[in-house]
């Protein structure tokens, strides 16, 4: 039997630094690939791209080539895709309508559920345009339970065609090689934060309990790991010197730098008000790193009964949070449940409703 094929449009992966949506591109490809039962066409804005490009990219792990290649393609020269192939956007469509049968991705829908932290653009896109786009839709795909109750909230008559596919986490099995010539992290105790300053993200919170005693008393180290976003000046600013020496932000770092923080920290800590899945908290626990994380959105469906729950608007919350989490006893008990939640996730789970779409 003859394997269906697909086109997927692959432009997030156009982005040299691959986080969030270029990310979740790349293990779809790799999910689909693997499953043996598709054949994969790719296309950037509607024109294909060579697949062995798409590939080296993946190998390379970031998309300055793939970028390179389609800026130096000329209009006339770009072979456009093929109507008769089912289309899937990884992320928003460029247009609807293109192919006989259409399916996009929806990552979350905060702009709807907290339009306070957006600006005006996102939120009349998906006052108006998001509709058109789902309209088109034979299926929709989102990233987590929560997202599509969100967008079932939003758009009652989505819910027929609106389908779950999970993110998983897969980390070279080079990075233990790399990091066996490398000295010791010199942090003490210390966790991570993922995640840009902005409100969403809510790492205000995490500023403002630096100075909670509860969490002085902790004795741990804070590791914002994330481009500074652009509420971090006002932020910082507000800072003692003393509390500033217990928080370190790295900006961008490699998925190796990354991976290596998360191996040796104690946990994570993930203080958004709202995610559409929460990719770092799947990527700790995989590392047998549970989380301290708000109580909203999709965090209890991933992390699970791996992590500490704190309410994301008060500080007191989040500084008994942590003093439970920072217990070794309690850190040696969330461990194994943070591995165990983590294979929850998987490729063939990540493919199978897409596969299921395409009746592979």
Known sequence: MTAPRLTLDITPMLDSEWTGIPVFTRRLVQALDASGRVELDFAVRLSRIPADAVREAIRLGTGTYLRGLWERTRPGDAEPIDPGVPLLYTSVKQAGGVARREASTIHDISTLVMPETHVRENIDFHLGALREQLRTDEVVFCCSDATRAALVATFPWVAPKAWLVPQYVDWPDSFELLERNLPPIALGRYAVVIGTIEPRKNLGLLLAALDNPAVARAGIHFVVIGRRGWMADEALARLSPQTQSRISF???????????????????????????????????????????????????????????????????????????IAEPKRLADLAPKALAQAAQFDAPRMAAPVLDWLGA
């Open 250 to 324: 790295t900006g961008f770092v490699s998925e190796f730098v990354k991976w290596r923080l998360l191996r040796h920290a104690e946990f994570l800590v993930f203080p958004s008000i709202y995610e559409g899945f929460g990719i770092p908290a799947l990527e700790a626990m995989s590392l047998g790193k549970p989380v301290l994380a708000s109580m909203t959105s999709a965090f209890p469906e991933v992390i699970g009964e791996a992590g500490v729950y704190f309410d994301p608007l008060s500080v007191e919350d989040f500084a008994a949070g942590l003093k439970e």
